[in-house]
């Protein structure tokens, strides 16, 4: 199995699920978007993965603002309005009978291109959508055991030409920073951005723990994570200091403790960085930040 915070318990239902497109449903084997979409040919659109948790979509509002906030950024114009999409989501859900431990993965672009090209103006549809549902568990192999990052050359964007906090297609710096990771022998790779700071990983959010304190990037140049904000939140309620703010490599060399956040994996602690050992895995500060993360995700399901 590939080692990471994405590790999934194997589960054959998923070979067959029925997969949404722009209002139909597909085997998944049928599932297809023309070769003129413009997710396709430019990574031309926007996406949201979310947690589907005994019966809840968890933290749902949320991630729509972000869906709503990225689209208005791309000028993509979305054709339906929130309550539409959440039916496409639980229709989805349903068809499938999924009742818990899924992820969804939704995913608009601008449209089919008249040709392949980058200009807006040669889009001949509206935005095509996407969702994906799957039963998908974390793996608590991983959640134990850990994982290892290494720092990658290849930096964060700049807010001023492709803000860190737009969830968009255009993932190719991510993919190329986690190749060299894996090439150093890594499971993943931590990101700096374009002061030398640390800013986040390439699938997830980071956080260290140094002297009874959390550290994380301030926000200006890593991902908007929904999970992220949620470990902040969880981080006042216990009263243990949290700070967002620049920090370099110096001071996670020497972090006490230290993890990623994600939609799909919550919170996974990390072994090594850069070869360097860090004293503690799952110390007693993730441990509480976690505890209380999943506090907030059965709140959801209480609160329907």
């Given at each position: 199995m590939i080692h990471g915070t994405h590790n999934a318990i194997d589960d054959p239902?998923?070979?067959?699920?029925q997969i949404f497109i722009n209002g139909e449903f597909f085997e998944r084997k049928d599932a297809k978007i023309s070769?003129?979409?413009?997710?396709?040919?430019?990574?031309?659109?926007?996406?949201?993965?979310?947690?589907?948790?005994?019966?809840?979509?968890?933290?749902?509002?949320d991630h729509l603002n972000r869906l709503w906030q990225a689209a208005k950024t791309t000028g993509i114009k979305l054709p339906f309005t929130r309550k539409e999409l959440v039916e496409d989501i639980q229709k989805t859900l349903e068809i499938n009978q999924m009742e818990t431990d899924v992820h969804v993965r939704l995913m608009i672009t601008r449209g089919i291109k008249k040709t392949p090209s980058q200009d807006p103006?040669?889009?001949?549809?509206?935005?095509?959508?996407?969702?994906?549902?799957?039963?998908?568990?974390?793996?608590e192999e991983t959640r134990e055991r850990g994982i290892t990052l290494?720092?990658?050359?290849?930096?964060?964007?700049?807010?001023?030409?492709?803000?860190?906090?737009?969830?968009?297609?255009?993932?190719?710096?991510?993919?190329?920073?986690?190749?060299?990771?894996?090439?150093?022998?890594?499971?993943?790779?931590?990101?700096?951005?374009?002061?030398?700071?640390v800013s986040t990983c390439n699938a997830t959010n980071f956080f260290m723990v140094k002297y009874g304190e959390v550290w994380t990037s301030t926000g200006q140049y890593c991902m908007n994570g929904i999970t992220r904000g949620n470990v902040i939140k969880a981080a006042n309620t216990l009263n243990i200091p949290c700070f967002q703010k620049d920090f370099?490599?110096?001071?996670?060399?020497?972090?006490?403790?230290?993890?990623?956040?994600?939609?799909?994996?919550?919170?996974?602690?990390?072994?090594?960085?850069?070869?360097?050992?860090l004293p503690s895995v799952n110390g007693p500060i993730t441990q509480h930040l976690r505890t209380q993360y999943y506090?907030?995700?059965e709140q959801e399901v209480l609160n329907g």
């Open positions: 239902r998923n070979e067959t699920v070769v003129f979409d413009s997710g396709y040919l430019v990574g031309d659109g926007v996406w949201e993965g979310i947690r589907y948790h005994k019966g809840t979509l968890c933290f749902l509002e103006r040669l889009t001949i549809s509206g935005p095509n959508v996407v969702i994906i549902a799957e039963h998908k568990k974390t793996s290494f720092t990658s050359t290849i930096r964060r964007g700049s807010p001023d030409y492709l803000d860190p906090k737009l969830n968009c297609h255009s993932k190719l710096h991510e993919v190329q920073a986690l190749i060299q990771a894996l090439e150093a022998g890594a499971d993943e790779a931590l990101m700096l951005d374009v002061n030398g700071a370099s490599l110096y001071d996670v060399y020497g972090a006490d403790e230290a993890f990623v956040t994600g939609t799909f994996g919550g919170l996974t602690p990390v072994t090594k960085i850069d070869g360097r050992e506090h907030m995700v």
